[in-house]
């Protein structure tokens, strides 16, 4: 009985002593990056990117760099109205122009980040503040003149402020290698109206974000 017993002590020790370890060290630097996707408004934005990179001042707290960016792509018919018919109902129309609209959001920003360490799984908060990118313009294959004028009224490319916080966790594989998974709110400065095709449209200032992707340990 005490050799047994004896031998699930050793065996305890064994196991719980790399997780100990882990949950002990915190690598000086960490990189992240992956899938993201993002809602602004009612606006939705199936592809995107984000890339992160942590410099961790103690085991809980870290200084974080990021950029993202998010598309979206969204088509529809133009009709170029003539003046009423001489006779008859309706209204003429003198052209129709195949528009796909290209939206894109991109953010750079930098913070702070708090940790809760664990040698499964680490959650995290962070709150950062930078700027936010935002632009569109329209692909018309015409080269009349209505065509011209419309992908000059779409096209637009501003900077904006931006504060940012989300919460996340990453879930480790390896000593140095962890799945991670975000969920970001980012408040950017509202644009000025017209920004695409209706005098709303694109003026939310409300992003939100969700990530997953795979973060790496570095140094020690």
């Not at 199936?46 to 085991?59: E, H, M, Q, R």
């Not at 209204?91 to 195949?98: A, D, G, N, S």
Request: glycine share 12%; proline share 4%.
């Amino acid at each position: 009985m005490r050799l047994v017993r004896g031998w699930w002590l050793v065996v305890s020790g064994v196991l719980i002593t790399p997780a100990i370890a882990t949950a002990q060290q915190t690598a000086p630097l960490e990189i992240s990056g992956g899938y993201l996707a993002m809602t602004a408004g009612s606006d939705g934005y199936p592809k995107g990117y984000f890339v992160d990179l942590a410099a961790n001042v103690t085991s809980r707290f870290g200084v974080v760099f990021g950029t993202d960016g998010a598309y979206r792509s969204e088509s529809f018919e133009y009709l170029v109205l003539g003046g009423r018919r001489v006779q008859g109902e309706g209204t003429v129309i003198l052209e129709r122009l195949p528009v796909t609209l290209q939206t894109t959001t991109q953010g750079i920003v930098a913070g702070g980040r708090f940790t809760w360490p664990d040698p499964r799984v680490r959650y995290f908060v962070n709150a950062s503040a930078g700027a936010a990118h935002l632009s569109s313009r329209a692909d018309i294959s015409s080269s009349s003149e209505s065509a011209a004028s419309l992908r000059h009224a779409y096209q637009s490319s501003r900077w904006r402020t931006a504060i940012q916080g989300g919460v996340g966790a990453d879930v480790a594989i390896t000593s140095r290698n962890a799945v991670r998974i975000g969920l970001d709110y980012r408040r950017v400065e509202r644009v000025p109206r017209g920004f695409i095709e209706s005098q709303d449209r694109g003026r939310g200032p409300n992003q939100l974000m969700f990530a997953v992707g795979f973060a790496r340990m570095l140094g020690n």
